[in-house]
């Protein structure tokens, strides 16, 4: 080996990594950023550190997306998100690199992790148009009525994303809740925010409309607790908040009635069942008389 | 009133790649009949030839029973479920990518409008293959069990009038299910099952899991009759669906639907509103040519509003345009075949006989192909023949009543029971009849629409069985 430091022949190019916000790419509003590490310690990139401001601003976002993309059909959403899986397929190597890198992971199981994750898009694209089916019902009243129960999404749901699992973990909370037509926020995992930042670029691409799921990187313990105040949001998942905050946010998403999906020892490399898409569905019943 | 004439538009039948001859689809290879046999498809528009096509003999049907069986035994049942529905994602896939030249082909050999093969046939295919490639990895939530089987090979012979879209009612929720199928398509209208058996090779289908066998009445039977099959599922006339009935009554093994002929009321009130309950008419019975088992071909108008509905309704008729199929703004094509020509002649003639008058808008046919006008019969009594037979093909018979419980009774005095129409603007007065209407599906304020989330069957001699939805998951599982 030579003593002499040498450049490499060619530099490699590497990536910024923004928040996502409303189909955009923004830096934080407040300049912040913070380094994010290999799981040897190795710098990776500095990403931007959300503020307050950038968390109401993806709830804006949100909002804003909610009316277009819960009034598309089941049909429409069912593909836009198998449409996410096959983006996902084509990219394989590069996500099998960052959860690689991310979480340490030997080649197989990251291997093993990404193609969890394609079609974990693939089986929630498959609910789009049949929790109805599943979750409906004609409810057969004492009277003349013609009387029925669908599901309807909550509206705009705050995800802390898991801490351990930085995309098949991610995945696993927001594809349950964006399935039914919810809106999203999502709180990355706050050591290993890169891959959920490369897979809002593969979003960015796909037929995911802006602002339906919005991804901010930075201190849970900091943004958290905005989102859980937050009045314009309907529904938190407290996944990835440490325990000590959990309580907190909890009691902070009373105030206006939030549905509040508690932390849970989740393994998810298994099938990941209907608890999910449920926490972020109400139930609407018409009643209609029948008559001549 | 001025008409502006419309230029002639035609798709371009260069996208429709059609080969001089087809064999079967077995084992996931094209092979030729054992006996040699082939048959003709023409195009009706045109008489045409359009290929030569393999005739399934008993010996076909047998390899491809045994194909089916093997791969269901091999393969397709010991496959994870959501594999086999990425299976189903990825057919649903290339038949999108290849929707246009699929509508083509779909048109130039059944005779419809390619305004309605492109815009209806095709797109539920595809919908219909993406909506069941989501059940095969979600059976435990159908409502029949937490781990319901599938039955095994399935028998499938379908009709002409929606070609590819039928074939798509059979083998998609067949595969979900876990199921091998074999399945016959009708002999005027092979093409977009074959196109169709490319695409399973596209999508590297495993060998077996579908077969293909071409053939006519005597390939069907040949099908439905095998020991081999665990399951049977037909659509096509009552007359044929009874005769399948009687023999799977001697195989109780075999596991039967049947979805079958109808002939809707299609009930109008004087409070409707008029425009909207005509063109809601007019798609009832001109939709296909008429070519629908759910077509609504017995229109039920109430008194007071007669004159007004009829006046309406012819001056729409004479507004349609009949002609190439290809041409994108045919809205009437092509009767089928010769022998479907000669049986609506045959029973509008018997209509004429039997003293109903018979009307049809100014209209030019063709000189070549099979062609029949839009033609609506007033002063029809229940007891006329036009009233009580399914015609299939664009006829349509006018009745009237005066009360909701005539309208109910009218409509109910069939023997069949696929479908029915209402319109009117009263809300409780639609589920009143709805609750009332002896009918699989009843059609409020619309009419002829179709969707894989909502199942389609019918009651009484019209079959049984449903298609689509949750509820025709149910035909392809043992429960």
């Given at each position: 080996m030579s003593d002499t430091a040498t450049a490499p022949a060619r530099l490699a190019v590497r990536k910024t990594y923004k928040l996502y916000i409303g189909g955009a790419f923004p830096r934080s509003e407040s300049g912040r950023s913070y380094v994010v590490t290999d799981h040897k310690g190795g710098f990776l990139a500095n990403a931007a550190m959300a503020s307050r401001k950038d968390a109401r601003d993806a709830v804006v976002a949100a909002r804003k997306a909610f009316g277009g993309w819960s009034a598309a059909t089941a049909y429409n959403r069912g593909q836009v998100l198998y449409r996410v899986a096959e983006l996902l397929e084509g990219r394989r190597a590069q996500f099998i690199a960052e959860v690689r890198s991310a979480e340490g992971l030997g080649a197989r199981q990251a291997e093993a992790v990404v193609e969890e994750v394609i079609d974990r898009w693939v089986w929630y694209a498959g609910w789009a148009d049949k929790i109805a089916q599943v979750r409906g019902a004609a409810n057969p009243v004492a009277g003349p009525f013609f009387n029925f129960s669908t599901p309807e999404p909550t509206g705009v749901v705050a995800v802390v994303a898991?801490?351990?699992?930085?995309?098949l973990g991610f995945v696993s909370v927001v594809a349950p809740a964006v399935v039914t037509g919810n809106a999203v926020v999502a709180l990355a995992?706050?050591?290993?925010?890169l891959p959920a930042v490369s897979l809002s670029e593969v979003l960015a691409t796909?037929?995911?409309?802006?602002?339906?799921i919005n991804v901010l990187t930075g201190r849970t313990a900091e943004v958290a607790p905005w989102l859980a105040s937050h009045?314009?949001?309907?529904a938190l998942d407290?996944?990835?908040?440490?325990a000590g905050l959990a309580d907190e946010l909890a009691v902070a998403a009373a105030e206006n009635l939030k549905r509040v999906l508690r932390p849970a020892d989740e393994d998810?490399?298994?099938?990941?069942?209907l608890k999910r898409v449920l926490a972020y569905l109400e139930t609407k019943t018409v009643w209609h008389p029948s008559g001549i | 009133m001025p008409r502006f004439d419309y230029a002639p538009a035609p798709e371009s039948r260069a996208i429709a790649h059609i080969k001089e001859s087809y064999g079967l689809f077995i084992n996931g290879e094209f092979t030729p009949s054992q006996d040699g046999g082939a048959f003709k498809t023409i195009?009706?528009?045109?008489?045409?030839?359009?290929a030569e096509v393999a005739e399934a003999s008993p010996a076909d049907v047998d390899r491809a029973v045994v194909a089916a069986r093997t791969a269901y035994e091999r393969t397709w049942s010991v496959l994870a479920p959501k594999e086999r529905g990425k299976y189903l994602f990825r057919i649903a896939r290339i038949i999108q990518e290849r929707s246009r030249e699929l509508a083509v082909l779909e048109s130039l050999d059944n005779g419809k409008p390619i305004r309605e093969s492109r815009d209806v046939d095709i797109p539920l295919v595809a919908a219909h293959f993406f909506y069941h490639a989501g059940w095969a990895d979600k059976?435990?939530?159908?409502?029949?069990?937490p781990a319901p089987r599938p039955l095994g090979v399935a028998g499938q012979v379908i009709p002409w009038n929606f070609p590819l879209l039928m074939l798509a009612w059979k083998i998609a929720p067949a595969l979900a299910c876990g199921n091998t199928v074999v399945l016959k398509p009708a002999e005027t209208t092979p093409l977009t099952a074959l196109a169709f058996a490319e695409i399973c090779q596209q999508a590297d289908l495993?060998?077996?899991?579908v077969n293909i066998v071409t053939g006519a009445g005597e390939t069907g039977r040949a099908l439905v009759t095998h020991?081999?099959?665990d399951k049977v599922a037909f659509t096509g006339s009552t007359e044929v669906g009874k005769e399948i009935a009687r023999d799977c009554a001697t195989q109780p093994h075999k596991k039967l639907t049947l979805e079958l002929g109808g002939k809707a009321a299609n009930i109008v009130f004087e409070d409707a509103p008029v425009d909207q309950a005509v063109e809601g008419i007019v798609n009832g019975i001109f939709f296909n040519q008429g070519h629908v088992?759910?077509?609504?071909?017995r229109l039920l108008v109430q008194e007071s509003v007669y004159e007004q509905v009829l006046a309406s309704l012819q001056r729409r008729l004479a507004t349609l345009r009949l002609g190439d199929?290809?041409?994108?703004?045919?809205d009437v094509g092509a009767i089928n075949s010769a022998a479907q020509l000669a049986k609506i002649r045959e029973l509008s003639e018997i209509g004429e006989a039997e003293g109903a008058q018979r009307w049809s808008p100014p209209c030019e046919l063709p000189v070549k192909g099979f062609w029949f006008p839009p033609t609506v019969f007033t002063?029809?009594?229940?007891?006329h023949r036009i009233a009580r037979?399914?015609?299939?093909?664009?006829v349509l018979s006018v009745l009237t009543f005066r009360t909701p419980a005539e309208a109910v009774e009218k409509a109910n005095?069939?023997?069949?029971?696929l479908s029915a129409g209402v319109w009117t603007d009263k809300g409780s007065r639609i589920l009143w009849m709805a609750s009332r209407l002896r009918a699989g599906v009843v059609w409020a304020n619309t009419f002829n629409k179709f969707d894989p989330t909502s199942p389609f069957g019918g009651y009484k001699e019209s079959g049984y069985g449903r298609e689509g939805g949750?509820?025709?998951l149910e035909a392809y599982l043992d429960v």
């Open positions: 898991p801490q351990d699992s930085s995309l995992s706050e050591r290993a925010p796909s037929d995911v409309p802006g602002g339906v009045m314009d949001v309907n407290l996944t990835g908040a440490p998810w490399t298994q099938p990941p069942g | 195009s009706p528009a045109s008489e045409e030839v359009l059976l435990e939530y159908a409502g029949y069990g495993p060998p077996g899991v020991p081999g099959i088992c759910c077509a609504g071909s199929p290809l041409d994108k703004n045919t002063g029809v009594s229940q007891a037979e399914e015609i299939f093909g664009p005095n069939t023997p069949y029971g949750r509820h025709g």
